[in-house]
């Protein structure tokens, strides 16, 4: 009798050596498959996050720039779709802050578009006219209203970008001021004047704090801004509230200590030189 002896475990690895080899020959046929029409884009989901907030986009601007670069992915196969060249092309837009693309399993590309946030328009003397964002960069002007403070007057770009974003960030932060405080006018010596929405004056707060360091002009304006501003509320809360709203037509900040009010006139006939006012503060 001959008597055969098997090395089981040996065996079993060699089975368990070529069951791996088959998983992995069918796995790479499946991957390289041919495309087929599964495989299409069958649609194209575009989201605006603040489409109703800031306004600047929709997805039928979304779409037609797609179009124009031939970048629109419906009907095409999915593998062609280039996710990244999209959302590269898309943060190129005006009014693009960021762009995320993606495919689905079941077909689907998804774009996911934030815009950048307006917080100023400026139209300067010089015949500029453009917004402002949060960040300070500078956005063209567009179809878009909204109510939202207006620059004028000697406005330069690097002024607007290194100052007037400042002054507009603390206005804006203010629930008290973001309400009052309708247009910001600056003035050729670079005075800055504000003109509210309730009252028929005009307030001179003075000139913004200069420095070529970022972060110290940008400390040196909130300190100044705000302190004018606590000023002038005082000013509101105990002196227009006795004197009226339409008594004075000018209101400057720009000494220390002091408020200086220029007297409305009665009428615009009787009276052509109104007097002063000096408040102590």
């Avoid at 069958?42 to 600047?56: C, L, M, Q, W």
Wanted: positive net charge; aromatic residues 8%; proline residues 4%.
């Amino acid at each position: 009798m001959i008597r055969i002896n098997i090395n089981w475990k040996r065996t079993f690895l060699i089975l368990f050596d070529v069951a791996i080899a088959v998983y992995l020959v069918m796995a790479m046929t499946s991957w390289n498959k041919p495309v087929e029409s599964s495989d299409m884009c069958t649609k194209v989901k575009i989201n605006i996050a603040d489409e109703n907030e800031n306004g600047f986009l929709n997805s039928k601007e979304v779409k037609s720039l797609l179009e124009r670069n031939r970048l629109y992915p419906l009907s095409r196969p999915i593998a062609e779709v280039n996710t990244r060249t999209i959302e590269q092309r898309l943060t190129h837009m005006p009014f693009v802050n960021t762009a995320q693309c993606y495919t689905t399993t079941d077909g689907y590309v998804c774009i996911t578009v934030t815009q950048r946030t307006p917080i100023v328009r400026v139209k300067s003397n010089n015949g500029d006219d453009y917004y402002l964002d949060d960040n300070g960069g500078i956005m063209p002007n567009s179809q878009y209203t909204s109510d939202m403070i207006i620059v004028t007057g000697a406005v330069t770009r690097h002024y607007a970008t290194h100052y007037i974003v400042l002054l507009a960030q603390i206005i804006n932060s203010s629930d008290l001021w973001s309400r009052q405080i309708e247009q910001i006018n600056i003035l050729p010596d670079k005075s800055v004047e504000l003109v509210p929405r309730v009252g028929e004056h005009i307030i001179n707060i003075g000139t913004l704090p200069t420095d070529s360091d970022a972060k110290r002009r940008q400390k040196k304006v909130q300190t100044f801004v705000s302190n004018q501003l606590r000023r002038l509320e005082i000013f509101y809360k105990e002196g227009l509230k006795y004197a009226g709203w339409t008594k004075y037509d000018y209101i400057s900040l720009e000494y220390i200590n002091q408020v200086v009010c220029h007297r409305a006139p009665v009428t615009k006939q009787k009276e052509e030189n109104p007097s002063t006012t000096t408040q102590q503060q």
